[in-house]
């Protein structure tokens, strides 16, 4: 017996129902391991290009020990860089987002860089050697500007493009005109939840907990909500709208204040579908507005979860309406979401803990797991090794699976 996901995919009747074992949750070795073949070497999202509508306007991220700068220079190109002032190492922007004017001035000693990342000027430079100021330039990171979203790589991998990736949605996004869409910086946030990143992984990649724990989200789908599995580096999950009656006030306002987007496709219109980029990102496709959120592991048992929205430019007064609303349902999600993220991320070192049984629901967190333990085979151990040979035992199973 099989049971279909939309599109045709299939769960089969006899899969390893187990998960990742409980060690994966708390490893510091496997932390290490991590931060440096995921997070690293994988494309993340630093924001939208009309973020830095200005010239001289930045937006920084860190993460895996990595600090990102992508700023819009006097020519109007946006360029990135390692926030890392090539005198000490000091940060040469403090802020999360700000605007720089002529010049980025390191705030530690003074040292100056054009818009462009070169080398400009240094502080007292009688009392250093004579230096060739076209080698020390802010260090470029590999950028990549997708539908209007601004990606970095802080290493080189095997990773494709996130045109590429992404690819398979274009024929569903394309009447949201991304590139012009407007961050909206009052629905930003950033919060720290005491749990490793793959449990919030894990409970957002299936929909079987929607009933019980979503009572927002189950008004506004219904039994109409489907997951399917991790293909590829991507996932894709559909809910459509319910067409019985709310009790809940933010989602029986939202369905009915909603009005029609005339640009969008009908089912476009009457969903919210789900675009999941492999290892930490998700995009949100709503009528109203575009969401994203995505987690950066600060430890083993620590992890900021940061998102927002992007609205239409020419947003109508009920646009902005069903965009308040459909924030509101969201911000409920995240909230039962992190409860259950913490419960199941402490569990994992519980003497009771032995392991999880998945359901055919929840077949898109076996296939997650599929495409991490296809990078990092040690996580098909059940004995964690010792922090120290993590990474080697990892390069040895890598090794013996090309073989």
Same mark, same amino acid.
């Given at each position: 017996?099989?049971?279909?996901?939309?599109?045709?995919?299939?769960?089969?009747?006899?899969?390893?129902?187990?998960?990742?074992?409980?060690?994966?949750? @708390?490893? #510091?070795?496997?932390?290490?391991?991590?931060? =440096? *073949?995921?997070? $690293?070497?994988?494309?993340?999202? &630093?924001?939208?290009?009309?973020?830095?509508?200005?010239?001289?306007?930045?937006?920084?991220?860190?993460?895996?020990?990595?600090?990102?700068?992508?700023?819009?220079?006097?020519?109007?190109?946006?360029?990135?860089?390692?926030?890392?002032?090539?005198?000490?190492?000091?940060?040469?922007?403090?802020?999360?987002?700000?605007?720089?004017?002529?010049?980025?001035?390191?705030?530690?000693?003074?040292?100056?860089?054009?818009?462009?990342?070169?080398?400009?000027?240094?502080?007292?430079?009688?009392?250093?050697?004579?230096?060739?100021?076209?080698?020390?330039?802010?260090?470029?990171?590999?950028?990549?500007?997708?539908?209007?979203?601004?990606?970095?790589? @802080?290493? #080189?991998?095997?990773?494709?493009?996130?045109? =590429? *990736?992404?690819? $398979?949605?274009?024929?569903?996004? &394309?009447?949201?005109?991304?590139?012009?869409?407007?961050?909206?910086?009052?629905?930003?946030?950033?919060?720290?939840?005491?749990?490793?990143?793959?449990?919030?992984?894990?409970?957002?990649?299936?929909?079987?907990?929607?009933?019980?724990?979503?009572?927002?989200?189950?008004?506004?789908?219904?039994?109409?909500?489907?997951?399917?599995?991790?293909?590829?580096?991507?996932?894709?999950?559909?809910?459509?709208?319910?067409?019985?009656?709310?009790?809940?006030?933010?989602?029986?306002?939202?369905?009915?204040?909603?009005?029609?987007?005339?640009?969008?496709?009908?089912?476009?219109?009457?969903?919210?579908?789900?675009?999941?980029?492999?290892?930490?990102?998700?995009?949100?496709?709503?009528?109203?507005?575009?969401?994203?959120?995505?987690?950066?592991?600060?430890?083993?048992?620590?992890?900021?979860?940061?998102?927002?929205?992007?609205?239409?430019?020419?947003?109508?007064?009920?646009?902005?309406?069903?965009?308040?609303?459909?924030?509101?349902?969201?911000?409920?999600?995240?909230?039962?979401?992190?409860?259950?993220?913490?419960?199941?991320?402490?569990?994992?070192?519980?003497?009771?803990?032995?392991?999880?049984?998945?359901?055919?629901?929840?077949?898109?967190?076996?296939?997650?797991?599929?495409?991490?333990?296809?990078?990092?085979?040690?996580?098909?151990?059940?004995?964690?090794?010792?922090?120290?040979?993590?990474?080697?035992?990892?390069?040895?199973?890598?090794?013996?699976?090309?073989?």
């Amino acid at each position: 017996m099989t049971h279909t996901i939309e599109n045709q995919d299939t769960v089969p009747s006899n899969w390893n129902r187990s998960g990742l074992p409980g060690w994966a949750y @708390f490893s #510091e070795g496997l932390f290490k391991l991590e931060q =440096e *073949i995921l997070f $690293r070497q994988h494309w993340q999202l &630093v924001g939208h290009v009309n973020s830095l509508a200005e010239v001289g306007s930045y937006i920084t991220l860190d993460v895996a020990n990595e600090r990102g700068l992508v700023i819009r220079g006097a020519d109007k190109k946006i360029r990135a860089f390692h926030n890392v002032c090539r005198h000490r190492g000091s940060r040469v922007v403090a802020d999360e987002k700000g605007k720089c004017n002529k010049s980025i001035v390191c705030p530690y000693h003074g040292w100056s860089y054009g818009l462009d990342g070169a080398m400009r000027g240094v502080a007292r430079p009688e009392t250093f050697p004579e230096m060739d100021k076209s080698q020390l330039g802010l260090i470029p990171l590999n950028m990549e500007i997708w539908f209007g979203f601004i990606f970095v790589k @802080f290493k #080189e991998s095997s990773q494709p493009s996130v045109k =590429e *990736i992404m690819a $398979r949605f274009d024929h569903e996004i &394309v009447d949201y005109a991304l590139e012009e869409m407007i961050p909206v910086p009052e629905s930003e946030w950033a919060e720290v939840v005491n749990a490793n990143w793959k449990s919030v992984r894990d409970v957002d990649n299936e929909g079987y907990h929607v009933k019980q724990a979503h009572p927002g989200l189950h008004e506004l789908y219904g039994q109409n909500y489907n997951d399917e599995p991790y293909k590829n580096g991507t996932s894709r999950s559909v809910g459509i709208f319910n067409t019985k009656p709310s009790k809940r006030w933010s989602v029986r306002n939202y369905l009915k204040l909603l009005p029609t987007v005339k640009k969008l496709s009908t089912e476009s219109q009457t969903r919210w579908m789900y675009a999941g980029m492999f290892p930490n990102l998700v995009f949100g496709f709503y009528p109203d507005s575009v969401i994203y959120y995505m987690e950066i592991p600060i430890s083993a048992t620590q992890t900021i979860q940061r998102g927002g929205a992007l609205r239409y430019p020419n947003e109508t007064r009920d646009l902005k309406i069903a965009r308040y609303l459909s924030g509101r349902i969201d911000r409920d999600t995240a909230k039962e979401d992190q409860m259950l993220t913490v419960w199941s991320s402490e569990a994992t070192k519980s003497s009771a803990y032995s392991g999880i049984i998945l359901s055919d629901l929840e077949y898109g967190v076996k296939t997650y797991h599929d495409h991490l333990r296809k990078i990092m085979p040690v996580l098909g151990l059940q004995n964690a090794p010792t922090a120290e040979k993590m990474s080697t035992v990892n390069n040895e199973m890598l090794g013996s699976i090309l073989i």
